[in-house]
């Protein structure tokens, strides 16, 4: 979830998908919260569940909020436009924007490190064999070499 700033859940009136978005973990991703379809009768109460579960549980510093929009009266999407500014703005004074940034920039030159050096010569150099027996051998080795390795890098200190 590090490859935005600001991760917003647009969901829908209906408590099947608020109900299916807690049961998968995803409200835990979402820095802010969106109830589209706001002139539709039941969309307050989407609205009242999410804002209900976010009382529950969110000790998070910025205090997440839920939204309505509707395409019939463009102004509900200033309140969005407002929201997103307001976590932008806690970001930046927060620093945590930096931090995102860095560690995200951090995963990309890692993955890509190990793609380079790791696995694509790797690849190059694993036989196509059409026989399960071998291909599960290989694997086998090739998983306690990685693990070996992968060890002994985890083990050393960085400052």
Do not use: C
Request: glycine share 6%.
């Amino acid at each position: 979830m590090d490859l935005a700033d600001t991760t917003v859940l647009v969901l829908g009136p209906g408590l099947g998908d608020q109900v299916q978005a807690i049961k998968a973990g995803i409200m835990e991703i979402a820095d802010l919260f969106v109830i589209n379809k706001m002139d539709r009768a039941d969309s307050y109460f989407a609205m009242k569940d999410i804002e209900d579960t976010l009382a529950m549980d969110d000790a998070r510093p910025f205090k997440r909020e839920v939204v309505g929009t509707t395409i019939k009266d463009p102004a509900t999407y200033q309140s969005l436009i407002a929201l997103l500014t307001k976590h932008g703005d806690f970001m930046r004074e927060s620093g945590k924007i930096g931090e995102k940034r860095f560690k995200m920039g951090l995963r990309w030159m890692l993955e890509d490190e190990l793609r380079t050096r790791v696995i694509d010569p790797l690849m190059k150099r694993i036989p196509v064999n059409s026989e399960r027996k071998n291909y599960y051998d290989l694997m086998e080795t090739l998983g306690q070499i990685f693990s070996e390795n992968l060890n002994k890098v985890l083990e050393k200190e960085i400052v």
